[in-house]
């Protein structure tokens, strides 16, 4: 939840006093005890190769909205459907460039959506391709659902199941929220874990190891998630990845098995110098840091930790605590800095728990400004996956009588 003006009172003194309650029914209070990390190497040799092979899946809920590039055309296609006389836009959506472009017929007075599915610039032999608005706001903007765009990557052809969303208001806009990806099992350590590739096919040089790789336990398969979500279940893919305290370099691959096309990702073991990382609070359930010689990926740290020397991004923290989630991205800190491992003496990443419901009032002539954040350790915490329905609530007295009360909105 972004830090934010949510609602102005009108206050006849300035001593007026602000109660809050039932800020979000959550308050990460106990501290959690410190105890440092065993520094002792890895028991498996460098090189050691583990790999997954993994299929293809496709979800009911949207995991991500990639925006996509659209050139539009005034003159109609040679071979078009009936068309309304008025409101129809005509181009190519960018679907990863080159021979992936697809044409399009959007007639938004009859809520209609035609794809050229087989990309060959006729509009009337595509049966999958012709798809009818399951919502949105009159001609202005529609959404499309359960389409299955084919592309081609290096080393063979993939699809992926898509929501397309159309809006014209200020100019054309689209955007694809992907409902699949590429997932399997993987045993690291004897640990298993479901891994994917979350790739973005509409990229200009779209590959397997573009976008996001998935890392979470193989118990967890079948729950809902989003890139956007701030859990850190997916991350930025990395050829470099050091996850379970261990060192690894990636490579993904498509193989044909039974007649079907599998991606192989592969888990070649390295062993790089490692210097130490203390991490100050608690709670934590996933640290990330990126923008280093490796993607570090951190579960359940204890308050001492060794990672791969190198200089690292800010972090990105994600706090747990029985079903509640909260998470930090330091990136939008006002002073996010960068985190040098070395292996001569410890770094330092601020951040956990405990976490505080706090909100600041300010006095603006005969109104007060009252500004909600969820602090803790690192800085102000957004929550994962809020209940909306339940918004944090606030009381305000004059001494000792209720003048004012009411929630706060989401924005």
Known sequence: MKDREFRK??????????????????TFATAVPVRAQEAGATNAQSGQVVSAYLDYREVNYRIINWPLGVTTRSSAFEKEPPLSWSKVIRGFLQLGGGSNDMA???????????????????LTDDPAGVLSCQGGLGVYYQTFTNIH?????????HQALVDLIFSNYRGLYCSAAMRSLWQGKLTLQGEEWQVGLLGNAFEPRPSLESGNLLLRPWTERNKSFSLNSGSLEAFPFSQKLFFGNRAYQLQCTNEAQGGAVK??????EQQPSLGELKI???????????????MVVIDKPEAVVR?????YGPSKVCLR???????????????????S?????????????????????????????????????????????????????FTVYQGDKKVASGKFEFG
């Open 149 to 157: 765009l084919p592309f081609r990557i290096p080393g063979g052809n």
């Open 321 to 339: 605590k029985g079903d509640a989630e909260a998470y930090l991205d330091g990136r939008t800190q006002s002073s996010p800095g960068r985190i």
């Open 104 to 122: 399009f017929a959007w007639d938004r007075a009859a809520g209609k959506l035609y794809l050229d599915v087989n990309r060959n610039l006729d």
């Open 341 to 393: 491992i070395n292996d001569r003496r410890p770094a330092v990443l601020m951040a956990g728990g405990p976490l505080t419901n706090s909100v600041s009032v300010n006095r603006q002539g005969r109104n007060l400004s009252l500004n909600y954040q969820l602090v803790g350790v690192g800085g102000a915490y957004q929550m994962v996956n809020q209940d909306r329905s339940h918004p944090p609530e």
């Open 280 to 294: 100050m609070g608690g709670f934590v359930q996933r640290v990330t840091l990126e923008g280093g010689p490796y």
């Open 9 to 26: 009172l009108k206050a006849g003194t300035a001593r007026a006093a602000l109660v809050v309650s039932g800020l979000l029914g959550l």
């Open 307 to 311: 990672v791969p020397v190198g200089s």
């Open 263 to 268: 991606v192989r990702v592969q888990f070649t």
